[in-house]
């Protein structure tokens, strides 16, 4: 049984990888937040996710969004099998243009950290169509993420650099994705027409398709 570790992004946890599946003999596991130290970068979390989960050579890393710029650490220090992206940029040259007005002016760092996860209306636009279950289930991660965890990501996101794309790395991009512009990415494996930035929750089976051509 292959081993496929799954990382969600700011404001989400497992639950938004809930309609992925994975063929015949590989095994779905999730991973969770790991409380990170304020000075911590992505390259220090993802050695501490690589040491919690036991990560090892001919694993496969499944990124989402944040989780895609983990994967793409633990890339880095662990030979991975494959490295799965979706919703996510796979070097800093591919990050927005917004990226660098709030390097200059991190409004992240002056906003209570209580209120960042009440910031509800702010995500409405990409629940528009889905069904009230997996709206609420949005809502729900959103809540209940932890205040702390979303500034140190924000500010870990800003400030990242990075080159290197790792082998056999497979980048699927949403053309409605507000947050990582589809046109900043470079050579994605594939770009889902309608796909916004939850598209690993919403259009999920296109990507189930996709993945079971990849994993071949």
């Known amino acids: 049984m292959r081993k496929v570790y799954f990382i969600s992004g ?14 015949d003999g590989y095994e779905k596991i999730p991973t969770h937040i790991i409380v990170p130290n304020k000075k911590d970068t992505l390259s220090n979390y993802a050695e501490k996710i690589v040491l919690q989960y036991n990560i090892s050579n001919c694993d496969i890393v499944w990124g989402d969004s944040l989780g895609g710029m983990i994967a793409v650490e633990i890339a880095k220090q662990v030979r991975l099998d494959m490295v799965l992206l ?7 040259s591919e990050a927005p243009w917004y990226f660098k007005i709030f390097r200059k002016l991190p409004v992240y760092e002056l906003t209570p950290a209580k209120l960042i996860t009440k910031l ?7 629940m528009r169509g889905l069904a009230s279950e997996d709206a609420e289930t949005i809502k729900s991660m959103l809540k209940n993420s932890t205040p702390e965890f979303l500034k140190w990501g924000a500010q870990a996101a800003l400030n990242w650099r990075n080159d290197k794309i790792p082998d056999n790395c497979y980048h699927i991009i949403g053309d409605k994705d507000l947050v990582f512009p589809y046109k900043n990415i470079k050579n994605p494996t594939a770009v889902i027409k309608g796909g916004t930035h939850i598209m690993v929750f919403d259009k999920a089976a296109e990507i189930n398709s996709l993945l079971a051509d990849i994993l071949k």
């Open 120 to 126: 509800g209306a702010f995500v409405k636009p990409i």
């Open 86 to 92: 979706t919703s996510t940029i796979k070097t800093d």
């Open 10 to 23: 700011l404001g989400a946890d497992s639950r938004i990888f809930k309609y992925i599946l994975l063929p």
